[in-house]
């Protein structure tokens, strides 16, 4: 695409300067050229590595409805994707680098979640705090709905993450900090359906995940 | 053939675009990092059991050495404060943005609960690393500038892998969505969403009256993605004006490549504005100067430039009209 005319001058003071640049490589050619090389080899295998990791890891359900002999064929592909990523597995775990596989809202509907938070007093009773999607109940909401907190709550199709445990026992602490007379924590989360049109979801009264946090555990 | 291929990964440009990503990627890290230690959540999230809600497998280099404790994710916590800041500042670049790299690897060795944009991260972070995103608009170009050195190009694959890497993160999402996203669930998947007490930054069904319109942001959203390695060819069509015929002629004139850099970044902002994925739509708008050449950006730029400065000189005749219109009411 050809620069506008005021831009012009910074366009040709850049062309001048990839000329130089290719002035200076010329005079270095020798070694210059063997680096040029190693690196677009370099490049090709990073490419080829992150193509191979990008393949999905939950083949059998994508590859369910395919004709059973295509589908044997893609069946393969994970084992081999494992040995063939294997010998650089210690560079991209040093990296933190474990997949190119991009699973991002694969399934939505169905049974899905929200948390409650509730805090019970000396009385027995409890008192509902926090509720997902529930401006009425919305204490501590801000910090909730941090996205690093959240992954460590919101649960999956069916599983929660590790930390759960332990976020419990700190919104727990967070509450009993605040006040005294909240003898114990429950945090759970109720099954909702989403409805179908948009129409938001529905309650079940189905509780899952249900931890409980006694102020005397903490020794608070 | 293969001198082609080493040419092409040799190319130099001028650093503005990744310049731009160092920017703005870094800027939505250091918000993000700055928000854990605003709410409080830094024990919670990096130091071990019982205090927090580390993970307690393979431990992290910082945490064999100093120990499992508070005080190490308050320090790993610090350090990556630290290095942000210098990243987006792009001061002593290559030594803050490797730190950064090293920081970020052992916060998600800590807890490796994460979303997407965790992964993204480690992933562009090493690239923009060892680029020269540092050549413009950074306190390491200042200093080079005053040092009388005269501006540097860089060269272009830093800027070539970000492309394809999120091309290949929108493939990969694509290919992978479930029914809900195509005929079969009737589009439905955004509405799900919205309909999810966890994810809805609106009340769960407020949004029905306009369903159809979720049922045709779901697909364009999908279209989108499936057809994301077009923007390859929409791209190679644009820099070469005289090259692909009629296709080509059409794609240059209904601007395909724009049209769908606008969808993307639509996309973003709808899932920014309707739902609660924390960075996720701030880091992958980030990433979208990736798309642009830095002769693009200078020029947009200098657009946006004497736009400005155009509505600033008219800004006195502006003031000078009111009364003119206002004397014929008052007469």
Same mark, same amino acid.
């Given at each position: 695409m050809p620069p506008r005319a005021a831009t012009v001058k910074t366009f040709v003071y850049y062309e001048r300067q990839v000329k130089g640049a290719r002035a200076r490589r010329d005079s270095f050619a020798p070694v210059l050229s063997g680096w040029r090389y190693v690196r677009a080899s370099l490049i090709t295998l990073v490419l080829g590595l992150a193509f191979v990791a990008g393949w999905p890891a939950r083949m059998a359900k994508l590859v369910r409805d395919w004709p059973p002999s295509l589908a044997a064929l893609a069946l393969r592909l994970p084992d081999l994707q494992q040995k063939l990523l294997a010998p650089f597995a210690p560079v991209a775990g040093a990296l933190g680098i474990y997949s190119e596989d991009w699973r991002l809202f694969t399934g939505t509907g169905g049974t899905r979640y929200r948390m409650w938070i509730e805090g019970r007093r000396a009385n027995g009773s409890f008192k509902l705090l926090f509720r997902a999607a529930d401006p009425a109940h919305a204490h501590l909401s801000g910090v909730l709905e941090y996205r690093r907190v959240l992954n460590l709550w919101n649960p999956h199709r069916d599983w929660i993450s590790d930390g759960y445990p332990a976020f419990t026992r700190w919104v727990a602490r967070k509450i009993f900090d605040e006040d005294e007379r909240v003898r114990a924590v429950r945090v759970r989360m109720e099954e909702v359906a989403i409805q179908p049109r948009g129409a938001g979801f529905v309650p079940s009264g189905r509780f899952v995940y249900d931890e409980l946090v006694e102020r005397d555990q903490l020794g608070r | 053939m293969i001198e082609r291929w080493v040419r092409f990964w040799d190319r130099r440009e001028a650093p503005y675009s990744l310049a731009l990503v160092r920017i703005l990627l870094g800027g939505v890290l250091l918000a993000d990092l700055l928000q854990a230690g605003y709410f409080g959540t830094v024990t919670l999230l990096w130091a071990p059991p019982p205090l927090g809600a580390a993970s307690?497998?393979?431990?992290a280099l910082v945490v064999r050495l100093l120990g499992a404790s508070a005080e190490t994710a308050w320090l790993l916590w610090a350090c990556a404060v630290l290095c942000s800041v210098l990243f987006v500042l792009g001061a002593a670049y290559r030594v803050a943005s490797v730190a950064l790299v090293f920081v970020m690897v052992e916060l998600g060795a800590c807890q490796p609960v994460g979303d997407g944009m965790d992964s993204i991260l480690r992933v562009v972070l090493p690239v923009l690393a060892v680029? $020269?995103?540092?050549?413009? &608009?950074?306190v390491d170009a200042w200093f080079r500038r005053r040092k009388g050195a005269p501006p540097r190009t860089v060269t272009a694959w830093p800027r070539y892998l970000l492309f394809l890497q999120v091309i290949w993160i929108y493939v990969s999402a694509g290919h992978q969505r $479930?029914?809900? &996203?195509?005929p079969r669930g009737g589009f439905s998947a955004i509405g799900d969403v919205l309909g999810d007490p966890h994810w809805a930054r609106f009340m769960p069904g407020s949004l029905a009256p306009l369903y159809p319109l979720l049922c045709l942001a779901t697909l364009v959203t999908i279209v989108f993605e499936v057809s994301s390695p077009l923007i390859l060819l929409w791209t190679w069509l644009e820099r070469h004006?005289?090259?692909?015929g009629r296709f080509g002629r059409f794609a240059r004139r209904f601007r395909l490549r724009w049209v769908w850099l606008g969808a993307g970044a639509s996309l973003h902002a709808g899932i920014a504005l309707c739902?609660?994925?924390?960075i996720f739509p701030y880091g992958m708008l980030a990433l979208y100067? +990736?798309? +642009?050449h830095p002769d693009e950006l200078l020029d947009a730029f200098d657009r946006s430039a004497r736009f400005v400065s155009r509505m600033h000189r008219r800004e006195p005749n502006a003031g000078s009209l009111q009364p003119r219109t206002a004397r014929p009411s008052q007469g």
């Open positions: - | 307690d497998g393979t431990p680029s $020269g995103a540092n050549a413009a &608009w950074s $479930g029914y809900t &996203w195509g004006p005289e090259r692909g739902m609660k994925l924390g100067p +990736v798309f +642009v």
